[in-house]
C-alpha cells in the first residue's frame, strides 16, 4: 500500500513556475514508476509526465514537453513536478499516481494508487 500526497499549487500569473512535490508512504518508493496527471473541469483526466524507477526514463506529452519537468529523489521518497512558463490551459488539479508498470506509462489505468490533487490556477 503506498499513500501519496501531494503539495505546492497555488495561483500563479502567466509565465510563472510553480514546483509540485508529492510525498509518498511505505520503504516501497523506488518500486513504482510515478506520473503526474491533471484534471481541469469539465475535461477528462489528461497525463502529465511519467519517470521510471531509477528516474532514467521520463516522457512527456507534447503540451508540456520543453515546459515541465519530472524528478524523483528515492532517498526521500519524493517526486516532484516543476512547471515553468505556465499558461492559463495548465489550470487544473494535479495528481501524482504511483505504478507497479516495469517501465513508464502514460495511460491513468496502469497506476495503482494515487493523491488526492493539488490545485494549480494560472492567471492570464
Known amino acids: 500500500q503506498v499513500q501519496l500526497v501531494e503539495s505546492g499549487g497555488g495561483l500563479v500569473q502567466a509565465g510563472g513556475s510553480l514546483r509540485l512535490s508529492c510525498a509518498a508512504s511505505g520503504r516501497t518508493f523506488s518500486s513504482y514508476a510515478m506520473g503526474w496527471f491533471r484534471q481541469a473541469p469539465g475535461k477528462e483526466r489528461e497525463f502529465v509526465a511519467t519517470?521510471?524507477?531509477?528516474?532514467?526514463?521520463?516522457y512527456y506529452p507534447d503540451s508540456v514537453k520543453g515546459r515541465f519537468t519530472i524528478s524523483r529523489d528515492n532517498a526521500k521518497n519524493t517526486v516532484y513536478l516543476q512547471m515553468n512558463s505556465l499558461k492559463p490551459e495548465d489550470t487544473a488539479v494535479y495528481y501524482c499516481?504511483?505504478?507497479?508498470?516495469?517501465?513508464?506509462?502514460?495511460?491513468?489505468?496502469?497506476?495503482?494508487?494515487w493523491g488526492q490533487g493539488t490545485q494549480v490556477t494560472v492567471s492570464s
Open positions: 499516481a504511483a505504478s507497479r508498470t516495469q517501465g513508464i506509462s502514460a495511460m491513468a489505468y496502469n497506476y495503482d494508487y
Open positions: 519517470i521510471s524507477r531509477s528516474a532514467g526514463i521520463t
